[in-house]
């Protein structure tokens, strides 16, 4: 069984387009993230959600909106893409009551905007 | 500022050798530090983790990490390199923030190993 699970994997589209990347974890943990790994590896978190709830949410471009509707699922919705989104995102979860905190990463969605 | 270096963009040695990839940290308090290592067109996988206690720890696919709070460093070894653990290395601290906390990631390091 697949720990950390994203959909769609590859996602090529237009400037412009809204789209949607899925995340699923069955790990039972309490907190989920979503990263961008640019061209270069740099891997930078974007937002971290603790029991449903928004914990985390660095400078990132209100185009980018999260949502988590229960603690397995966190999904990343992307309005009017634009060049610079293309990179890999990753989603990870973590067990962050009970120090256990190592994040468990999905495959990723390597997104092309053109 | 809270945060992780990796001096190495890349490190390169031959099979059998020893392999050491350098890590160093800056972060307030006690600090929690992570080696994860990335493969082609993957996630990033967890080896192994610092916390507490005894200051080697002892990871996966035979990595271990040696945590030395004088110098600030948790650098990533391995007494004899395989071809595959050609991959990409990343340290990582866990930092806390208000209520919050957050793993900042190093740049990460390529390991090359030549047969």
């Known amino acids: 069984d697949t720990a950390v699970s994203q959909t769609p994997k590859y996602l090529v589209t237009q400037m412009g387009n809204d789209k949607s990347i899925k995340c699923e974890q069955n790990?039972?943990?309490?907190?989920m993230y979503w990263y961008k790994q640019d061209s270069k590896k740099f891997l930078k978190i974007m937002f971290s959600y603790n029991n449903k709830e928004l914990i985390i949410n660095e400078t990132v471009p209100n185009r980018f909106s999260p949502k988590s509707p229960d603690k397995a699922h966190l999904n990343l919705h992307i309005n009017s893409l634009e060049l610079g989104d293309s990179a890999v995102y990753f989603c990870a979860s973590s067990q962050e009551r009970g120090r256990t905190h190592e994040q468990y990463f999905g495959p990723g969605t390597r997104l092309t905007v053109t | 500022a809270q945060s992780v270096a990796q001096p190495e963009d890349q490190v390169n040695v031959a099979e059998g050798n020893p392999l050491t990839v350098k890590c160093t940290y800056s972060?307030?308090?006690?600090?929690?530090l992570f080696w994860y290592v990335q493969y082609p067109n993957r996630g990033l996988q967890f080896l192994l983790k610092?916390?507490?206690?005894?200051?080697l720890v002892k990871g996966s696919y035979g990595f271990e990490a040696e945590f030395n709070k004088s110098q600030t460093s948790f650098h990533l070894k391995k007494p004899s390199a395989l071809v595959s653990d050609s991959a990409l290395y990343f340290c990582a601290v866990r930092a806390l923030y208000s209520s919050a906390s957050k793993i900042i990631f190093g740049s990460g390091t390529r390991l090359s190993i030549r047969p």
């Open positions: 972060v307030s308090g006690n600090p929690y």
């Open positions: 610092y916390i507490t206690g005894d200051n």
């Open positions: 790990l039972g943990h309490d907190t």
